[in-house]
């Protein structure tokens, strides 16, 4: 080998070592680390617990599979990071940028990601139960078939977002944006939408029993075969919208506008 390739390479191997991957389930060697640089990094089937990477910048590194347990990852950078199939509980992701982030069936349950921007993220099949996502951005995320019972997405912008057959069941969504956000199939029983903005929103045979829509903005949605039981739509604003094929039964309607939709029974509401 020529003495210039031997540097070369022997630099190389200076500048960049090898580092063996851990087995499955190895502790993670790593204590507080805020704002550290993880960025491309293989972490990939750890476990972590207690510590601290608060601001840390995972941008691109893989973490699929990865466990942790009181992790503080607070305005922590995933960006385009690979969280397939993670496990966290009992931990903050508040502030955080997963924009374009893999989080296929990943579980967060009980997490906080309020104030997270989530933005196109592929989250399907998720478990978000009983998380925190208050004013949380969501916008045009892949939300289909997951599990996001009893969340709170108070005052969280899921414009665009694909919902399809996901489980909001018990979800406070109070002052959502769902304005063209995709809800077919969507369980959305006993959920809490008021003063919610239904746009443009799909919600073709969604289960809306007892669900909450009091004061909601809705136009040009399509609830078109959805179940709607005992459903509250007092003082909503619902325009333009498609309600054929709905079951309705024990629909409160006390103050709403149904100006130009069209009901079950095939009329259109009228305008005040």
Same mark, same amino acid.
């Given at each position: 080998?020529?003495?210039?390739?031997?540097?070369?390479?022997?630099?190389?191997?200076?500048?960049?070592?090898?580092?063996?991957?851990?087995?499955?389930?190895?502790?993670?060697?790593?204590?507080?680390?805020?704002?550290?640089?993880?960025?491309?990094?293989?972490?990939?089937?750890?476990?972590?617990?207690?510590?601290?990477?608060?601001?840390?910048?995972?941008?691109?590194?893989?973490?699929?599979?990865?466990?942790?347990?009181?992790?503080?990852?607070?305005?922590?950078?995933?960006?385009?990071?690979?969280?397939?199939?993670?496990?966290?509980?009992?931990?903050?992701?508040?502030?955080?940028?997963?924009?374009?982030?893999?989080?296929?069936?990943?579980?967060?349950?009980?997490?906080?990601?309020?104030?997270?921007?989530?933005?196109?993220?592929?989250?399907?099949?998720?478990?978000?139960?009983?998380?925190?996502?208050?004013?949380?951005?969501?916008?045009?995320?892949?939300?289909?078939?997951?599990?996001?019972?009893?969340?709170?997405?108070?005052?969280?912008? &899921?414009? !665009?977002?694909? *919902? =399809?057959? +996901?489980? /909001?069941? $018990?979800? %406070?969504?109070?002052? #959502?944006?769902?304005? @063209?956000?995709?809800?077919?199939?969507?369980?959305?029983?006993?959920?809490?939408?008021?003063?919610?903005? &239904?746009? !443009?929103?799909? *919600? =073709?045979? +969604?289960? /809306?029993? $007892?669900? %909450?829509?009091?004061? #909601?903005?809705?136009? @040009?949605?399509?609830?078109?075969?959805?179940?709607?039981?005992?459903?509250?739509?007092?003082?909503?604003?619902?325009?333009?919208?498609?309600?054929?094929?709905?079951?309705?039964?024990?629909?409160?309607?006390?103050? #709403?506008?149904?100006?130009?939709?069209?009901?079950?029974?095939?009329?259109?509401?009228?305008?005040?």
């Amino acid at each position: 080998m020529p003495k210039t390739l031997f540097s070369l390479i022997f630099a190389w191997h200076l500048l960049f070592p090898l580092q063996s991957q851990p087995a499955y389930g190895a502790e993670l060697s790593l204590e507080n680390c805020e704002f550290c640089d993880f960025r491309l990094k293989k972490l990939n089937k750890l476990v972590v617990k207690n510590i601290s990477l608060k601001g840390a910048f995972f941008f691109g590194a893989n973490l699929e599979e990865t466990q942790g347990n009181a992790i503080n990852f607070e305005s922590a950078n995933f960006v385009r990071a690979n969280l397939r199939k993670t496990y966290f509980k009992d931990s903050t992701f508040k502030k955080a940028d997963l924009t374009f982030t893999d989080l296929f069936g990943a579980t967060l349950r009980g997490v906080d990601l309020s104030l997270a921007d989530l933005s196109h993220s592929y989250m399907e099949l998720i478990e978000l139960s009983f998380s925190n996502l208050n004013s949380a951005l969501l916008v045009k995320a892949n939300l289909s078939r997951a599990f996001l019972d009893n969340a709170n997405f108070r005052r969280s912008d &899921l414009s !665009g977002a694909n *919902l =399809k057959g +996901a489980d /909001l069941s $018990f979800a %406070n969504l109070e002052g #959502a944006n769902l304005d @063209g956000a995709n809800l077919e199939n969507a369980n959305l029983n006993q959920a809490n939408l008021q003063n919610a903005s &239904l746009r !443009g929103t799909k *919600l =073709k045979g +969604a289960q /809306l029993s $007892f669900t %909450n829509l009091t004061s #909601a903005q809705i136009a @040009g949605a399509s609830f078109s075969d959805a179940i709607l039981d005992g459903t509250n739509f007092r003082s909503a604003i619902v325009v333009d919208s498609d309600f054929s094929g709905s079951k309705w039964s024990s629909v409160q309607t006390d103050s #709403a506008n149904f100006c130009n939709s069209i009901l079950p029974s095939g009329k259109k509401g009228t305008c005040p």
